[in-house]
Nanobody, 124 residues
């Protein structure tokens, strides 16, 4: 079982930056694909970006490309989401999740362990 804890959320003004962290409890984390999703009020959960165990990146919405960067430090069992040039439409609860071994994808159903989420609020 993998327990995930997201930190780093908060409130910023448009144009600001935040760095989210996703810390995992299990060493197997280093072998798993990690994804970030977000869910805004009244909307479905949206895939943001994922990173494989070897560092391969898959982005979701075009709106985050060039502004969001995902990375991981397997020695620390932690993944990161650097968010720059934030916009009000980025406001959401952000979740990290891990896929089963050798799994991964862009759908929520591709991931089996989830963190509790961290709120990101961007004001105009």
């Amino acid at each position: 079982q993998v327990q995930l804890v997201e930190t780093g959320g908060g409130s910023v003004q448009a144009g600001g930056s935040l760095r989210l962290s996703c810390a995992a409890s299990a060493r197997i984390f280093s072998l798993l694909t990690v994804g970030w999703f977000r869910q805004a009020p009244g909307k479905e959960r949206e895939f943001v970006v994922a990173i494989t165990w070897s560092g391969g990146i898959t982005y979701g919405a075009d709106s985050v490309k060039g502004r969001f960067t995902m990375s991981r430090d397997n020695a620390k069992n932690t993944a990161y989401l650097q968010m720059n040039s934030l916009k009000p439409e980025d406001t959401a609860v952000y979740y990290c999740a891990t896929a089963p071994f050798q799994g991964g994808g862009v759908h929520s159903s591709d991931y089996n362990y989830w963190g509790q989420g961290t709120q990101v609020t961007v004001s105009s």
